[in-house]
């Protein structure tokens, strides 16, 4: 690896970085008369409105359309975001997608499509959505899919209610599911709210599950285990064929977290390690915009013996090529969202499959990786990295370095975005102190990475020098350091 040379000084010029516009509330822009939009002249004879309809009118502001526009944009840019800067948050995969995604998903044929039309009315879309199952079975090396679950949590919430319905099925009632130290935090949330009683599962000490311990664990109250592949240390489980065998030796079945899938794709096939059901984050590995509250996608995807428990209705193709939908499934948990999921996501995704192909695919998942790596190798000698070992799509540093400077995780994630990145991941996962984590994906460009190494070298130089630097930031933006307690529990979210 060649080295990386120091970034500049931060420009003192205002506007540099995009986050010092300073923006008016749209009341207070607000003037008598002013219109964004004119109707035509009535063409109808007058009607008095029923009383019962008239009251006193809302309190809207009065703008003209270049105002609101504007006004927006402006706002847009009062945060750091995917099509702004480079954005490493990891184990939720901000990747720049294709635009012409977008456009595919807007066409008319699938945004005016009703979820009501008739099949024979809709053939197109249910063909997409019947070969785009078909695509997610191939990838993860499972049997059958359901597109309907909205969000990763709901896919998790959804492939439960499969293993307990399985369960049911054989006349058992478990009650306890594994959950590893190194999952996703809404693993355990899916598991209670599913009515099972979360058992936390201990990594080893190189961060990775063994199989021993999970053997230890099994019992026949335990439904199964959650398992996040890669893990949240962005390392693989290697003992997941040992895991699996340990968990179906008790009668339990495997549930394997896909949300870090870009790791993985066209190199492993979780089903074919074990895996009895898994979701998968389309919102993240396959294209579909993440973040701003969605919509997102988390199909789940499972083996021949959870099939007949999957949500109805599901898409079936008829011998003479029709594609219909086939709702007398009485062993089905039910649905899980209205209609047939989000489809525009659904769109998205199928078009990310379809124009990368399976080369590509593969391709993508390389570059996550050799992407995380060059990250992992350029900063370990200015940030702590408690699991020294190569990387899957991932690494987690820590503060551990700067605590001696009395400068912490937080302050070098704000201190980063006066130098124009979104900072990465904190705090998270829980089993490493102080953690870092960064997720660069795979459309990033080494002269991207190559700038956020030599900030990232530069706020470590900083913190041995002048730490009082970092714990003001951020000072470049026009919102500066928040009290985080008191914006998520007193928001004030109105004009």
Not at 74 to 81: D, E
Not at 98 to 109: H, Q, T, V
Not at 191 to 219: F, N, Q
């Amino acid at each position: 690896m060649s080295p990386v040379s120091p970034v500049s000084p931060i420009d003192p010029t205002p506007g540099r970085t995009g986050l010092v516009f300073d923006e008016p509330l749209l009341w207070v822009q607000s003037r008598p008369g002013r219109r964004g939009f004119s109707l035509p002249r009535r063409d109808v004879p007058e009607a008095p409105l029923d009383f019962g309809l008239v009251g006193e009118p809302p309190d809207l502001p009065e703008l003209s359309e270049p105002q609101v526009v504007r006004h927006y944009t402006r706002l847009s840019q009062w945060n750091v975001g995917v099509d702004t800067a480079f954005y490493p948050l990891g184990s939720c995969t901000m990747k720049y997608n294709p635009k012409a995604n977008d456009r595919l998903a807007a066409l008319p044929g699938f945004a005016g499509s009703h979820p009501l039309l008739p099949a024979g009315f809709a053939q197109g879309a249910l063909g997409l959505l019947w070969e785009l199952e078909r695509g997610l079975a191939e990838v993860t090396g499972m049997d059958a899919v359901c597109l309907q679950p909205a969000a990763g949590a709901q896919g998790e919430l959804t492939g439960l209610l499969l293993i307990e319905a399985w369960h049911r099925s054989r006349g058992e009632e478990r009650t306890k599911i594994l959950i590893p130290d190194t999952a996703h935090g809404t693993n355990p949330a899916s598991a209670a709210l599913c009515g099972y009683t979360p058992v936390a599962a201990a990594s080893g000490g190189r961060g990775i599950l063994t199989a021993a311990a999970v053997a230890a664990l099994m019992d026949e109250d335990t439904a199964g285990i959650m398992v996040t592949n890669p893990n949240t240390l962005g390392l693989f489980e290697e003992e997941l064929p040992e895991i699996a065998a340990a968990v179906h030796a008790r009668g339990g079945q495997v549930y394997c977290d896909g949300a870090n899938l870009n790791a993985l794709l066209g190199a492993v096939r979780l089903g074919e390690l074990g895996a009895d059901v898994m979701h998968v984050n389309l919102h993240k590995t396959f294209s579909g915009p993440h973040g701003g509250g969605g919509p997102g996608a988390g199909p789940v995807c499972v083996k021949a013996h959870l099939e007949p428990f999957l949500p109805a209705p599901r898409v079936v193709r008829g011998d003479d090529g029709a594609f219909a939908w086939e709702v007398d499934r009485p062993r089905s948990i039910g649905r899980v969202h209205a209609f047939h999921g989000n489809f525009g996501v659904l769109v998205r995704a199928y078009a990310y499959l379809r124009t990368l192909g399976a080369e590509g695919l593969a391709q993508a998942s390389r570059l996550a990786v050799l992407n995380a790596n060059y990250v992992r190798v350029a900063l370990r000698d200015v940030l702590h990295l408690p699991f020294d070992r190569p990387c899957l799509h991932e690494c987690v540093f820590s503060d551990a370095k700067q605590r001696p400077h009395k400068v912490n995780t937080q302050d070098l994630a704000k201190r980063l975005i006066d130098y124009g990145f979104h900072p990465p991941t904190v705090y998270f996962p829980m089993v490493v102190p102080g953690a870092l984590m960064v997720e660069p994906t795979e459309t990033e460009s080494k002269d991207t990475l190559d700038a956020f190494i030599a900030a990232v070298r530069a706020i470590a130089r900083e913190a041995e020098e002048s730490p009082e630097l970092l714990r003001a930031a951020p000072t470049r933006t026009l919102v500066t350091r928040l009290d985080e307690a008191a914006a998520a529990r007193q928001p004030c979210l109105t004009g």
